[in-house]
């Protein structure tokens, strides 16, 4: 639970994620989703209660928390100031690879992404889609247990977002965890479980065929928009 004063903005939830599993985080803005991934990633602890990640506990290991998992938001949180490689190297010493390690897998990620030629561009200089895809695998260099994506695909195109979701299939595949937000209820279609917070709790937990079969609803937007409409808080 995560409470600020008599608000409480996660309420009693309780769930796990398997390995190398696509997990679906989704809620409506006020529904508390926001405020649990930031606890699970370290950046805010529990009122009460307890979570492990990645076998650490968040109450009182969040530091080792955040050298064991990726993060990707929405701003893709690149220096866009800073070429291709700078950011591969920058964001790998972050995550505590060594010197050595980081030039090997630095080459094989540029030929992965195509990327050999613009390794010395800057960021900032790159399509969207690029940075994208950039973003990703900078969060998943050091090859974590987890991968945190909240709400990753914001403001690109659908053929960019299918594209990105290779990506993720292929993280998921090599056994990295992805726990993903977001708003596309299309991409709520290829997660393996989804979760659905009402209110700071968790209202829905299943695959998606399973939820809408539970909610009699075609498919994910309108389970999403049936649960969402259920609502009575209005901060997250």
């Known amino acids: 639970m995560k409470a600020f004063g008599t608000f409480h903005a996660v309420d009693d939830i309780s769930f796990s994620v398997r390995r190398g599993e696509i997990f679906g985080f989704l809620g409506a803005n006020g529904a508390g989703k926001t405020t649990a991934m930031h606890m699970l990633t370290g950046l805010n602890q529990p009122t009460s209660g307890t979570g492990r990640v990645c076998g650490y506990d968040i109450r009182t290991e969040y530091e080792q928390i955040k050298r064991h998992i990726g993060y990707m938001s929405q701003k893709f949180s690149l220096y866009e100031d800073l070429t291709v490689s700078e950011n591969i190297r920058l964001f790998a010493g972050i995550y505590g690879m060594k010197d050595d390690e980081i030039t090997a897998k630095t080459g094989k990620l540029l030929r992965q992404l195509k990327f050999e030629d613009h ?4 960021v900032g200089s790159l399509p969207l889609g690029w940075k994208q895809k950039l973003a990703f ?11 945190f994506l909240d709400e990753p695909t914001g403001g690109v195109d659908p053929a960019t977002r299918r594209q990105f979701w290779e990506l993720i299939y292929d993280a998921a595949s090599r056994g990295i965890t992805v726990f993903v ?6 991409e709520a279609e290829y997660c393996d479980r989804i979760s ?8 829905a937990l299943g695959t998606p065929d399973d939820l809408k079969r539970q909610f009699q609803q075609p498919d ?7 649960l969402a409409r259920q609502a009575t808080k209005s901060s997250d």
């Not at 994910?220 to 049936?226: C, I, K, Q, S």
Request: zero cysteines; charged letters at 20%; proline letters at 3%.
């Open 220 to 226: 994910m937007d309108h389970v999403f928009t049936y």
């Open 119 to 122: 390794a010395n561009d800057l």
């Open 196 to 203: 659905i917070m009402v209110d700071g709790k968790i209202r």
């Open 137 to 147: 695998s900078v969060s998943i260099f050091h090859e974590p247990g987890v991968v």
């Open 181 to 186: 937000t977001t708003h596309y209820m299309d």
